[in-house]
């Protein structure tokens, strides 16, 4: 990278490398992180900070009374081993240094939110919470606590509110009961212990009464907008009407997922698919919105036979018996094509390429190179064949049309409109062959890496919606 020159070029082994490593994300977390702890020696609070484990879940429930979220909240502990934290256990166990200014006969509701924010900050400082992450349940209880803990930078990842109409609530709530000895939490309806002695000790809180309950619902109700406010960006509301075990997998896989990004990424992505699924159509669907440049392949190639560029010269016969081009012809052209400015600035998109497991892995071992999404538009045979059959072209004008999706406007137009000899029957079937042949090598090659199929045989709006999120969203993996 020369410095005297502008604009500065920087390689893409570069981006990639700090792509792989999330040294944006990387960086962002130590920089927040001593603007909001400002330590007294910065170098050895970075030193610890990189020690802690940055995945670890930080997790807030919200709901109703009687929603579910204290059984959400354990069941959430016991998958993803972080710490419960719930105001009346941290109650009994305040700091020492806390303590003398908690009020008499001190509850959860006679707290002031400074107070409470500095309880949480401290259990939350702890090494378990550190390590292992945390989940809180029932706080923040108002708008001035959720801004309280903002302003001390503890912040969740993920934030889950459990909504159901005050009337399921307040049934919910009339056949709960509560084990005298353990404190565990049964339903005469849903949840019958066992154990008969269970079934003997438990009993029903005043609280669950419907007198009671309607306040609650309401004294809930007037502060859950403002808490929803402050997480708007992380949070996911959940119907809590429904089976147990179902809202459990709504709420884990939201929270187990990676959160988006916001690290300036190039994105390097590959469209693969048969002859009719529509790969050119959503190729230009994404780059129109996005500004990423297309790279057509076939494209490539014929533009080097006419330019009789020595690579094309020795394309041509390939191409003329529709035989595969030699990976030692294309991958210096395609190289060139990726490392020019505006696919290093903006990313591509990849259509007609790669046709084999060898040509994938060949492009992946290109410095920079690697696809960091790989789209697999599935179609049957007979849709494909029916779709390229009934376009026509209009010799003057090159415009396409298709018999049923897009007719041609004008009666003139239709008449002298022809079928393209590639849209033969017999011709989109051979092509789709081919592409066949080396379907399951590239899908197990691919799948490695979170290859993702989209069926084809849809509106070219709906699949371009599902490329698109599989795009803008993270991957399970390292994506981006």
Request: net charge positive; proline share 7%; glycine share 4%.
């Amino acid at each position: 990278m020369d410095q005297t020159l502008r604009p500065l070029n920087i390689p893409p082994e570069f981006l990639l490398y700090a792509e792989k490593n999330a040294l944006f994300e990387l960086f962002q977390r130590c920089i927040s992180s001593l603007l909001i702890d400002r330590p007294s020696d910065p170098i050895t609070y970075l030193i610890d900070l990189l020690k802690k484990d940055s995945d670890a879940p930080k997790i807030i429930i919200l709901g109703p009374p009687a929603s579910g979220r204290h059984t959400i909240a354990k069941m959430l502990q016991k998958k993803l081993n972080a710490v419960l934290i719930e105001p009346e256990e941290l109650l009994r166990d305040v700091p020492s240094k806390l303590r003398d200014k908690l009020p008499v006969n001190a509850t959860v509701n006679n707290i002031s939110s400074s107070l409470w924010t500095q309880i949480y900050e401290e259990r939350l400082k702890d090494f378990d919470c550190s390590r292992r992450g945390w989940i809180l349940v029932d706080f923040p209880m108002n708008r001035e606590q959720t801004l309280a803990l903002q302003a001390k930078g503890i912040c969740p990842r993920h934030v889950v509110c459990l909504e159901a109409p005050d009337t399921v609530m307040i049934e919910r709530a009339a056949g709960k009961r509560i084990d005298s000895k353990t404190k565990d939490i049964y339903h005469i309806t849903w949840n019958i212990p066992n154990s008969r002695d269970v079934q003997e000790r438990l009993i029903q809180l005043e609280e669950n009464s419907e007198k009671i309950m309607v306040l609650r619902l309401k004294e809930y109700r007037r502060n859950i907008g403002g808490i929803k406010d402050c997480f708007k960006s992380i949070l996911r509301s959940v119907n809590a009407d429904q089976p147990l075990n179902d809202v459990y997998l709504q709420v884990y896989t939201y929270t187990s997922k990676k959160p988006r990004s916001i690290a300036p990424r190039t994105p390097r992505i590959v469209i693969l698919g048969p002859t009719g699924s529509g790969r050119k159509t959503v190729a230009m669907q994404v780059s129109r919105k996005y500004d990423i440049p297309i790279v057509s392949i076939p494209t490539l190639i014929k533009q080097q036979i006419v330019n009789k560029t020595p690579a094309g010269v020795s394309m041509k016969s390939y191409v003329t018996r529709e035989a595969l081009v030699p990976d030692s012809l294309l991958m210096p052209i395609i190289k060139d094509r990726l490392n020019q400015k505006d696919c290093i600035a903006k990313g591509w998109i990849m259509i007609g390429f790669p046709r084999t497991r060898e040509q994938g892995e060949s492009l992946a071992r290109i410095p920079g190179l690697a696809p960091s999404r790989v789209f697999f538009l599935d179609i049957p045979l007979d849709i494909a064949v029916e779709r390229l059959t009934q376009r026509r072209l209009d010799p003057i004008t090159g415009d396409r049309f298709h018999t049923h999706e897009h007719p041609p406007p004008t009666h003139n137009i239709k008449e002298r409109s022809r079928q393209h000899p590639t849209d033969d029957k017999e011709v989109v079937q051979k092509r789709y062959q081919a592409y066949t042949i080396y379907y399951d090598e590239l899908q197990d090659y691919y799948s490695e890496q979170d290859g993702i199929h989209i069926a084809a045989d849809q509106d070219t709006y709906t699949v371009f919606e599902a490329v698109e999120a599989g795009i803008v969203n993270p991957l399970n993996k390292n994506g981006f």
